[in-house]
């Protein structure tokens, strides 16, 4: 926001419900007073026509004395687009006023009659003539077309691409522009005699009109393939600057005899080109603008700029340099520079709504004097008591190292979410946007969307993220998130146990065995077994997972084929275990799992992720490598076909036909790769899902340091440019070195580390299972998991120098980490 603010001068309110654009203003002696004062001439898209003479001191308010000011109001039939001052009839060097319309071009006679009574000067519109136009008008320009003296030709830009020039009451020519596609700015140059306009190509066009004047009449718009016309030549552009972005107007600023300047106000950047089209300077801009003006500057070989944005500023550059910023009441779509018998150069600006406003730039003196502050003697004391208070609280903010502010206690909205079960639907963790608006406090609004299983194998997770976004009463932005659950029927169904597995796992307790039929009432009335100590679940697209309880002891196993599909049916078994002694009110209930961990069947969706990933990589470079040869295979067959003496193909026509069928098959099996890598990865998800749970009942962990192995461990997102064994070698490595180290050497290498390694594809995964491998034995060590500052050992200076940022040494593992590592590498599942 600007320091000054833009004083204003005069200002209107025009109309209600009135639509502007920058075309809808100009500024002139319309009325030929002679005295070379201004009047405002504003048309609205609602054919409204007024002209106004602003004097000092006059404002809108209570809408009193408006009508001192406002000459002329007019309602037209049709909406105006735009409003020009020129010398538009011939034989005569008066001034009128040019009216376009979208299919008609009037031009007016502006007369004031003196009157006999109080009511002043009498102020009438007269028709001089008008043109109907064949088609819709978008913009147009006005000027001295081919060096003409004492009148000024008029050239109209359709919406389909053609200039049409009008020389006072007749229609002289019509061209359509090469290439064209939507309709840009119009400007006329009449240093150079030429036109300029922003094409759709996002580039900036110049033609002569000696060039437009000689080409070939534009009846219809000529098809590319159609000939050329006798009598003509085909239109071509003088000179073409690429801009690279869309333009919102065009301004020539000719202030001297010697070279004129183009100013091009583009959506990011603001351009300066000289006649030839060449660059004379730039200026990228930080906001996104809406109008400007170029203006005379009293600095030779410079120009003004009156450059205005959507932030309500009103800035005035010198070139390139920033001179002044004042703040507006409103997003100007036009401004203008006029002078008015009471004050010389007013900056005239118009907004879309129909505010009108004459301001100036300047400050008005402040007269406020600070109060004198009452001198007294400090209390040494209470300054020392305030100085502990606040140690105290920065010691704090720097042990939790919490950056995020803390959440109200009372919020504006609440989420509720409720899942039905049916069973009939299955599941996928889905995103949708929704828009719906509240109408009231104490209002509720009911969103409902279902999820769907993508893919022939279960989900890694059936949990989800309700995430509303909203408003609060004192404007301020808010979001809330709200957690669901679906339940675990939506994706197995009960069926018989088997016996015979690969994987099994067992879960301890220390409470009497319970019921599997009582924890899983939903599957204990279709299965098979009444006896409540195994209950056996099929997923709808996966494998069959068993439960069974041991009748003697405290322990549970989950047996199953498939490693990864226990995860689901192992994470709701241990919720349902708390859920069910929490309601009996036991209080001491313990779960754990005795180990060892199952990193060897764990590493097996490691190196079939992996491996995948490699093929895709691997395909990748096939299909370039034939995609390639397609091209230039292509390239000799279309030489052949472009020489005029015919020579053999030599087989070439085979040789396409061989390479094209073998990047569509290369194509198709990408995408089986794709697909098989896609399940892949949920079950490498799901995979590390369970060796988190197992990992945390082993260790009995406490839920921040699940935490910290869910950000370590579990895969967020897996892309060619970073997968997860990259990402997790680098988080299991940053532990290793930090708050899992057992010597204070290994921290200050963390610590002194500044540039990191740039994370690339591997070569092989032996690196990234030894690294997780040696994380598990640290923790089953009794290493600590914690990323405050506290957590670590505290690194003397003499071995911070041992570090060197950039060049790390390797972390040595002892002999009885390397033992452990072996014997977990070299075990069978349990």
Request: proline share 4%; charged share 20%; hydrophobic share 40%.
């Amino acid at each position: 926001m600007s320091l000054f603010k833009a004083r204003d001068w005069w200002s209107a309110v025009l109309g209600k419900g009135e639509e502007f654009d920058q075309g809808c203003l100009c500024i002139g002696d319309v009325d030929n007073s002679g005295t070379g004062h201004d009047k405002v001439v504003v048309g609205s898209y609602m054919g409204m026509l007024r002209i106004f003479s602003p004097h000092a001191n006059v404002s809108n308010e209570g809408g009193q004395n408006l009508i001192d000011s406002l000459l002329l109001e007019v309602q037209l039939q049709n909406a105006i687009i735009q409003v020009e001052i020129g010398k538009f009839v011939s034989c005569s060097e008066l001034l009128h006023l040019a009216v376009l319309h979208p299919r008609k071009l009037s031009v007016y006679s502006i007369s004031g009659t003196a009157g006999n009574v109080e009511h002043g000067v009498q102020y009438q519109l007269k028709l001089i003539y008008e043109h109907n136009l064949q088609r819709t008008a978008c913009n147009m320009t006005y000027g001295a077309f081919g060096g003409v003296t004492g009148h000024h030709s008029l050239c109209i830009q359709s919406m389909d691409g053609m200039l049409m020039f009008f020389e006072q009451d007749s229609y002289s020519f019509g061209r359509f522009l090469p290439g064209f596609l939507l309709p840009g700015p119009l400007a006329y140059n009449p240093r150079t005699d030429s036109f300029l306009t922003v094409s759709s190509a996002r580039q900036l066009e110049c033609y002569k009109y000696e060039t437009l004047a000689v080409a070939t009449e534009a009846e219809t718009r000529p098809g590319p393939d159609l000939p050329l016309r006798t009598g003509g030549k085909r239109l071509t552009a003088d000179w073409i600057l690429v801009l690279g972005e869309q333009a919102l107007d065009i301004s020539i600023s000719s202030f001297s005899h010697s070279s004129s300047s183009i100013f091009v106000l583009g959506e990011r950047n603001l351009y300066c080109v000289r006649d030839n089209g060449q660059i004379r300077f730039m200026r990228k801009l930080e906001f996104n603008p809406s109008c400007f003006l170029p203006y005379c500057s009293v600095t030779d070989g410079t120009t003004n700029l009156l450059l205005c944005n959507h932030t309500n500023m009103l800035l005035v550059y010198q070139d390139v340099t920033l001179k002044w910023a004042a703040q507006l009441s409103f997003v100007p779509v036009a401004v203008r520079v006029a002078s008015f018998p009471d004050l010389k150069g007013l900056v005239v600006t118009l907004s879309s709504d129909g505010h009108l406003l004459c301001s100036y730039m300047g400050t008005d003196p402040s007269f406020f004097s600070m109060p004198k502050v009452d001198a007294r003697e400090a209390d040494y004391e209470q300054v020392d008591a305030e100085m502990k208070k606040l140690q105290k609280i920065i010691r704090e903010a720097s042990r939790t190292q919490d950056i995020l502010p803390k959440a109200e206690t009372e919020e504006d909205l609440t989420v509720t979410v409720s899942v039905a079960n049916r069973s009939s639907v299955t599941i996928l963790m889905v995103i949708c946007c929704l828009h719906f608006l509240f109408l009231g406090v104490g209002s509720s609004t009911v969103v409902t969307f279902s999820v769907f299983l993508n893919g022939h194998y279960p989900p890694a997770d059936l949990t989800g993220d309700i995430t509303v976004s909203y408003t609060s009463p004192t404007g301020v932005p808010r979001i809330l998130q709200s957690k669901f659950s679906l339940p675990l029927a939506l994706v197995c169904v009960s069926s018989s146990a088997a016996k015979n597995t690969k994987f099994k796992i067992t879960v301890d307790t220390n409470q009497p065995p319970v019921d599997l039929s009582s924890i899983f009432p939903e599957f204990s009335d279709k299965s098979e077994h009444k006896d409540g100590n195994s209950l056996a679940l099929q997923f709808l697209s996966g494998a069959k997972v068993t439960m069974v309880a041991s009748k003697t002891s405290q322990r549970y196993r989950i047996q199953s084929d498939s490693f990864e599909d226990m995860w689901l049916v192992v994470k709701e078994l241990v919720q349902r275990f708390d859920l069910h002694f929490s309601k009996l009110g036991v209080k001491d209930f313990k779960k754990s799992f005795s180990g060892p961990l199952p990193l060897q069947e764990y590493f097996l969706s490691v190196d079939n992720h992996f491996q995948l990933r490699v093929s895709a990589q691997q395909y990748q470079d096939l299909l370039s490598e034939r995609a390639v040869q397609f091209r230039a295979i292509q390239r000799r067959l279309l030489t052949r076909f472009k020489d005029k003496t015919p020579a053999p193909l030599q087989n070439l026509d085979t040789l396409l036909d061989a390479t094209y069928n073998q990047v569509m098959a290369l194509a198709e099996a990408a995408e089986e790769n794709r697909a098989s890598l896609e399940e892949a990865f949920t079950r490498l998800r799901s995979a590390t899902h369970l060796l988190l749970l197992l990992l945390s009942l082993w260790q009995n962990l406490t839920p921040d340091q699940t935490t910290i192995l869910e950000a370590t461990l579990l895969p967020q997102q897996d892309t060619p440019q970073l997968g997860w064994e990259e990402s997790c070698d680098a988080a299991v490595s940053h532990l290793l070195r930090s708050c899992l180290s057992w010597n204070p050497k290994d921290q200050a290498t963390s610590l002194a580390q500044i540039d990191a390694p740039i994370l690339g594809f591997p070569q092989e995964t032996a690196r990234l299972k030894n690294h997780i491998t040696l994380l598990c034995d640290r923790i089953g060590k009794g290493g600590r998991l914690s990323l405050t500052s506290e957590a670590n050992v505290q690194v003397p200076a003499q071995v911070q120098n041992l570090a060197a940022p950039g060049k790390l040494s390797k972390w040595q593992e002892n002999d009885g980490e390397k033992e452990m590592r072996d014997r977990h590498l070299s075990k069978s599942s349990p």
